[in-house]
């Protein structure tokens, strides 16, 4: 399934593909921090690829709180999380808002165990800013968890 374009009708299974393309990213960004001990200009801008400029530098801080803590929950070979649509809350061609599980066994050691429900919302990508790069037509630009948010709100509406 192509999640380089926004299709007509958003469903489930396409969202879903979506997540695995920005786990996917995510789980390298984590491959080329783990094999270096430091915080690499690759990870930093596979986390570019995936959020929006104004969450990337916050999922860049938690980057650097797992360097800080001597990468001690990451696993030595880290694989993907897996985030999974339990809930589509809103979707459009501009603004996705779901609730999710995200198994994050593959890349952490001491990982709750699935399911890990937290909530996250993605914007659609204008073709022109589309960079060589960016895997999906989406960015993250809501995720409760690393926005450290109880309160959850549809940031679409």
Same mark, same amino acid.
């Given at each position: ?15 879903? =593909?979506?997540?695995? /393309? ?21 990870? $930093?801008? *596979? ?10 530098? +916050? =999922?860049?801080?938690? &980057?650097?709180?797992? /360097? ?17 649509? #339990?809930? &589509? ?5 501009? !603004? ?24 996250? =919302?993605? +914007?659609?990508?204008?073709? $022109?800013?589309?960079?060589?790069? *960016?895997?999906?037509?989406? =960015?993250?630009?809501? *995720?409760?968890? &690393?926005? /450290?948010?109880? #309160?959850?709100? *549809?940031? !679409?509406?």
């Amino acid at each position: 399934m192509s999640t380089s374009v926004v299709p007509p009708v958003i469903t489930v299974a396409y969202v879903d =593909a979506v997540f695995a /393309k920005l786990d996917a990213v995510y789980g390298n960004a984590l491959r080329s921090m783990a094999a270096s001990r430091l915080v690499t200009q690759g990870a $930093i801008g *596979d986390v570019y690829a995936i959020f929006t400029q104004r969450l990337a530098p +916050t =999922a860049i801080q938690a &980057l650097g709180s797992l /360097k800080a803590s001597n990468f001690r929950n990451l696993r030595a070979d880290p694989g993907d999380q897996h985030t999974h649509v #339990d809930k &589509l809350l809103f979707a459009s061609n501009r !603004c996705i808002f779901a609730r999710v599980t995200v198994d994050y066994s593959g890349v952490d050691v001491h990982a709750p165990p699935p399911p890990f429900a937290q909530y996250e =919302a993605l +914007t659609s990508r204008e073709p $022109i800013n589309v960079r060589e790069g *960016d895997p999906t037509a989406w =960015a993250i630009f809501y *995720d409760n968890v &690393l926005l /450290k948010r109880q #309160d959850v709100r *549809d940031p !679409c509406g």
